[in-house]
């Protein structure tokens, strides 16, 4: 056993795109503890609630975070609809929905990138990132913005896709499947990833129960859990399968993610084929809201729920969001400890931290 | 000694740090490194350490707990230098101004080159505020008397 010492890790650091501030505890190269410092992202914006209208705010709230900006959007739109009993059209409901699966493919497609780069593999990061590009180039065409997009509102979405659209949205993610093949057999096959990734971070089932782990994070330990199954938005009319492993390691969860991406494919394929053809994407907003509602919905990165309480004015109450990454730090915590030095970076990827959601 | 600064603007090295932004912006800078976008064309490469970083990328605004990282970051980077804040938080505080932990931009804390707008800034934009920023890291051949 050798002496005890401390090596700060973060919080600007080459493999985190974000903040967060880790103090590890080491003894040799063996990671003892863990103990995390966060509040470098902290702004705040659950309180904006008091200065911005429940209409505003909905800006507010997609800038929680850039990469599942979506989805926080939805989240908060349905929390307040659910309040205020407005019934999203079904056309809306199904943008909505594919929407949401881009931003799934994006998000995982950004993490396998960043998770090859942590792993020192540079090309393949490359490669991720230049097929994510093809996602992003999408949301640019059917809503002007990149990352970004604002096109969430309460009571339905402000653009429609066309059928023209729609129709070269599914001729991309044909194109994306292929590529995303022969990237799999990379990820998936490759011996030096294998050897990176396999047993490390081993994260029991019991463990991930226990600690409340979400998501891919949960789904790659052998819980079968997806907020998606509870039929809100248009994921009733659709068929997909909850993708689990397992050997809840670093590899599972990589395996969990890319299979995710395949579904979610498919999800969209469905959602071009089923939406409706009527014109309507929004119901006028009357009224303001009085009452609380929980959302819950599944992002990228796990289960998020959304808090809105109402006081019939059109300022809230109180705006509570729970992000699945702050849900996942417990369970990360537990695998750090243990772990080799040299892995730190790796684990800490794995369960796709997103600092600005957990912070606000 | 006087270097002749010429080779800076043939390979800028960048640093980049989120201050307290939303991830937009943070995934924009690195899309501009990304094939699409190939910021390395103009010999650009992202670097960990602000010891070999001439070029500072701050998005977000500051706040209590970041406002030392970020001096601190400024401070270990070595002259001559330059600093690009990318997105309206980083200029102003943007949407997020209101907050009650967000003091404002970057400004406030160390000297800004370039402002890039927008919320998120696109890659074009980022790609234009360095290589504007470029250009006065080569007007600036000897060391910054403010630094």
Sequence with gaps: ????????????????????????????????????????????????????????????????????????????????????????????????????????????????????????????????????????????????????????????????????????????????????????????????????????GVLSQADAFGLGAVGPMARASGIVTDTRTLGYSAYPHVKFNIITAQEGDCFARTKVRIEEIFEAISI?????????????????????????????????????????KANGTKFLDRMRVRTPTFANLPALLQTLKGSELADVPVLVLTIDPCISCTER | MVFKMKFIKKSPWILHYDGSSCNGCDIEVLACLTPLYDIERFGAINTGNPKHADLLLITGSVNEQNISVVKQLYEQMPNPKAVVAIGVCAATGGIFKDCYNVQGGVGEVIPVDIYVPGCAARPEAIIEGVVLALNKLERRKSPRKDA
Excluded at chain 1, 44 to 50: F, N, Q, R, T
Excluded at chain 1, 269 to 293: F, H, W
Aim: with cysteine; net charge negative.
């Design chain 1, 1 to 200: 056993m050798g002496k005890r010492t401390i090596v700060p890790f973060g919080p600007q650091h080459p493999v985190l795109p974000e903040p967060i501030h880790l103090d590890l505890a080491l003894e040799d190269e063996t990671v003892i503890e863990a103990i995390p410092s966060i509040g470098f992202v902290h702004r705040g914006l659950e309180k904006l609630v008091e200065k911005k209208d429940f209409q505003e705010y909905t800006y507010v709230a997609e800038r929680i975070c850039g990469i599942c900006s979506f989805m926080h959007g939805m989240g908060y739109c349905m929390a307040v609809e659910n309040i205020m009993s407005l019934t999203v059209p079904d056309r809306a409901e199904f943008l909505r929905t594919i929407w949401a699966e881009l931003s799934r493919i994006h998000s995982h497609l950004l993490w396998l990138g960043l998770l090859a780069d942590s792993i020192g593999f540079e090309s393949l990061f490359m490669h991720c990132w230049r097929m994510r590009e093809q996602i992003l180039d999408l949301f640019d065409m059917t809503t002007g913005g990149r990352v970004i997009f604002s096109v969430c509102k309460i009571g339905g979405v402000r653009k429609d896709i066309d059928e023209e659209k729609l129709k070269r949205i599914v001729d991309v993610l044909n194109n994306i499947e292929d590529e995303l093949r022969s990237l799999t057999s990379v990820f998936l096959e490759e011996q030096s990833i294998k050897g990176r990734l396999s047993g490390v």
């Design chain 1, 268 to 308: 969209i394929r469905q959602c071009a084929a089923l939406i409706p053809s009527d014109t309507l994407i929004a119901e006028p907003v009357k009224g303001l809201p009085k009452g609380e509602y929980f959302a819950r919905l599944e992002q990228p990165r796990g289960e998020v729920i959304y808090y809105v």
